[in-house]
Each structure stands twice: as C-alpha cells, then as structure tokens.
C-alpha cells in the first residue's frame, strides 16, 4: 500500500467511526449543527476568500477559461449564499427513522422497514467550491459521514471550507470526523478513494462526462452515476408550435451550462417546415449554433451539418443537435439509442402520443408539454438535492435527503422461534 493510499484510509476509518456516532443522532442536534456550521462559514469569510484567491490566482495563470474561473470565485456575497444554503437544508426533514412500511405478520412478528443513513458517502466533484459546504451539509443532515475530494483546482479554497466547518463541530454532538477532506490533490488521492471499498460505502462523482466516466470505471466502491445529461426534446405532429417554442428555447438556453439543458431537438416531419424557422429564429437570436441533419438544413440554411458525433454529445454550451423524424417511435428510437437517460421532453397536444412516449422512454426524468429545465430538485419540492442520478439501482432522478439514505428492518417478537 503506497502512502497516499494508507492517508487517505486513515482518514475514511475515521469517518466510519464519525458515521456510527452520527446514525442516531436527533434531527434536533444535527440541525443544531447544521447552523453552527453557517454561522461559522459567515463569521469566517474572509478567511475563505483570501484562500479563495489563491486558487483564482493560479487558474488565471493557468490561463483557464473565464467560465471556469468564475465557477471557482468566492466573494463575500457568495460565501453568504452558501451559508444561506446550509440553513435551508436544516430546514427540510429529517429522512432518517422514517418507516417506510410496516405490518403485523400472521404469526404475531412486527416487522418495521425503517431509514437508515449509507454510512461514509464519498463525493468527488469538480471546480465549484460551494459543492463543499452543499455536500458536507447534506450528508450530516441524512446521518452521513462526508468524505470529499474536490479538484486540485479549488483545493485551497476546500481546504479552509473544511477546516471551517469542523471547528464549527467543536461544540456540537456531531463529530468532527463527520466532515473531513480526502488528503491530496493528486490523481492518486482520488484513485485511493475510488479503491478504498469495505470503507467507503458509496462515491458519487459530481461533474462532467470525463469525471463520472472515470469514477465509474475505476471504482471498486458501489457508485451512484450523475449528473451526465444528452437531453432531448422531441416536438410532435400535434404540438401547439407556441408551447414547443418556448419549451425549446427555455430548455436550451435558459442555463446552457448545466446538465438538464437541452442538447438534441428531434422534429416530427409533419410540423418540421412550419415550426423549425421560427424555433430556429429563437434560438439563433440567443447565441445558439444549430446542427442539423439532411433534412433541417434546407430549412435552417445558418444550420452547420451534423455529425454522428453529435448525437451524442452533451454541448453544455450554446449548441444544439436538431434531427427530422418521421414519427413518435422513430424519436423514442433515436433517444434510446443517444441518451444519457437523465430528461427527455415531448411537446404534444395529443394524450395518446404523450402515453406512447412516456411508457416508451427508459430516462430518469419524462416530461410532458414542459421544459427539460425542470428536472432539479428544488423544482420538484424536494428542497436541495446531492445530484441527480442517472442510473437504476437504489436511487434514479434527482437525489434529495431520501435518496442519502438506505434502510433496514426492524423484526420485534415475543419469544417466537421458527
């Protein structure tokens, strides 16, 4: 075993231990914490953000993009908004105890299926400093232990968040351990984590295609796929072409960076003549590249042709994918066979089109007559959410507090035997 890999062991039997003295903790001394948390995050400000500089400093330097530099600053105003975000997710229930069934069984034997935390939750995520405070918040709340790996880009700024956070543990019954930052910021330290399984119950890996991709491929600890998302919005024959406008557009360009964006627009040949000029328009005028295939660039002649590429590739900038099909199932066929299985949208007036397409699509997220932006938890009313998952077992859509917990079975007898 290599010394990093022995670090960063060290470090998740800690939080093992921290995650067996958080379990059963009462919603009351975890919010208690909670707000200890972001108090201290306000009153140490300044602190964060001088080492928040040294970060922006050197990606400057580095000569990253502004996009990418503007991800990663702190100001005093955003370290307020972070710990605004603490307080709010100590406002949302607390999922651990909840019975999610029970009965009496015939031979007299109660049986109760209660949540229960994961344990020790992994997280490695990319650029933004704020996922630091958000994830470490939500893991204490579910009765999690946190181990987090960012990126070697805001590991200052991670640094003093961590360190933050944990002094504010201090006078609290959650333990210090239950926050803690994986040593490093080496692709070894992360590599460590992805290997450290047996001590580490789960990792869910925060960022882009590269990230997740790696994380779920080299991982001997159970992941949990997020984030990644082709989303696709298909406008039918019996759409109204005012609705699926607007849907289009919002779900492009409202916020072209994040992962339920729209990145391909499929067509129903029927309306493909009256609608793609002036959805195209629409776009245009916003910045948004269009690439079309055979039959769209006709009609959009500022459309660049498509390539097979391009089907499958999540832009998260302004471009989009735009494809003619002939019918509902030609475009339930073209999802299945590119999508991410994060959103996909239908813009119908039909009822039975609407039923086809949502029994047909296999993605974690269907909507209907409804922008692919809305797949958040926030939106959905689930209060903050660690990511949304792309995947099948245990959780699928956006994670609230829930879906950062398992469960266990509580059997209560009187002295019965089998």
């Known amino acids: 075993?290599?010394?990093?890999?022995?670090?960063?062991?060290?470090?998740?039997?800690?939080?093992?231990?921290?995650?067996?003295?958080?379990?059963?903790?009462?919603?009351?001394?975890?919010?208690?914490?909670?707000?200890?948390?972001?108090?201290?995050?306000?009153?140490?400000?300044?602190?964060?953000?001088?080492?928040?500089?040294?970060?922006?400093?050197?990606?400057?330097?580095?000569?990253?993009?502004?996009?990418?530099?503007?991800r990663l600053t702190l100001t005093p105003a955003r370290v307020v908004e972070i710990a605004e975000a603490v307080r709010e997710i100590a406002k949302l229930p607390d999922p651990v105890g909840e019975v999610v069934r029970g009965s009496s069984l015939p031979n007299g034997l109660e049986l109760r299926q209660l949540r229960v935390p994961l344990g020790v939750v992994g997280i490695i995520y990319e650029g933004r400093p704020n996922v630091t405070a958000d994830a470490a918040a939500l893991c204490l709340k579910s009765g999690n232990a946190a181990l987090l790996r960012g990126s070697s880009s805001a590991f200052t700024s991670n640094s003093a968040i961590v360190e933050v956070l944990?002094?504010?543990?201090?006078?609290?019954?959650?333990?210090?351990?239950?926050?803690?930052?994986?040593?490093?910021?080496?692709?070894?330290?992360?590599?460590?984590?992805?290997?450290?399984?047996?001590?580490?119950?789960?990792?869910?890996?925060?960022?882009?295609?590269?990230?997740?991709?790696?994380?779920?491929?080299?991982?001997?600890?159970?992941?949990?796929e997020t984030g990644e998302g082709n989303c696709h919005v298909y406008v039918d024959a019996a759409a109204d072409l005012d609705k699926a406008t607007d849907i289009t557009v919002n779900a492009k360009t409202h916020r072209v960076s994040v992962c339920n964006a729209a990145e391909t627009l499929l067509v129903h040949a029927d309306i493909a003549e009256k609608f793609l000029p002036r959805v195209a328009a629409e776009l245009i005028e916003r910045g948004v590249v269009l690439h079309g295939d055979e039959r769209v660039t006709p009609?959009?002649?500022?459309?660049?042709?498509?390539?097979?590429?391009?089907?499958?590739?999540?832009?998260?900038?302004?471009?989009?994918?735009?494809?003619?099909?002939?019918?509902?199932?030609?475009?339930?066929?073209?999802?299945?066979?590119?999508?991410?299985?994060?959103?996909?949208?239908?813009?119908?007036?039909?009822?039975?089109?609407?039923?086809?397409?949502?029994s047909r699509v296999d993605s974690a997220a269907v909507l209907v007559n409804a922008s692919t932006r809305f797949t958040d938890g926030g939106e959905f009313g689930f209060g903050a959410e660690i990511g949304i998952s792309t995947q099948k077992l245990h959780a699928r859509g956006p994670m609230g507090l829930p879906e950062m917990t398992s469960t266990k079975y509580v059997v209560t007898g009187d002295g019965h035997v089998r």
């Open 1 to 70: 075993m290599t010394d990093t890999e022995q670090e960063v062991h060290a470090v998740a039997e800690r939080s093992r231990e921290a995650a067996a003295e958080l379990a059963p903790l009462t919603r009351d001394a975890k919010d208690s914490a909670l707000h200890a948390m972001a108090e201290a995050l306000e009153l140490r400000a300044a602190e964060i953000v001088s080492a928040n500089a040294t970060d922006v400093e050197r990606a400057q330097a580095d000569g990253q993009p502004q996009a990418m530099v503007d």
């Open 166 to 224: 944990r002094a504010a543990l201090t006078d609290t019954a959650v333990p210090q351990d239950a926050v803690q930052l994986v040593p490093g910021s080496g692709r070894d330290s992360a590599q460590a984590l992805m290997r450290a399984r047996g001590l580490v119950d789960v990792l869910i890996p925060r960022g882009g295609a590269s990230l997740i991709q790696t994380v779920v491929r080299e991982s001997t600890v159970p992941v949990i």
């Open 299 to 358: 009609l959009v002649t500022t459309a660049v042709p498509a390539t097979e590429d391009d089907w499958s590739t999540e832009y998260l900038a302004h471009d989009i994918a735009v494809r003619v099909v002939d019918s509902l199932d030609e475009a339930v066929a073209h999802i299945r066979r590119y999508s991410t299985a994060h959103t996909e949208a239908i813009v119908t007036d039909s009822q039975a089109a609407a039923r086809r397409f949502v």
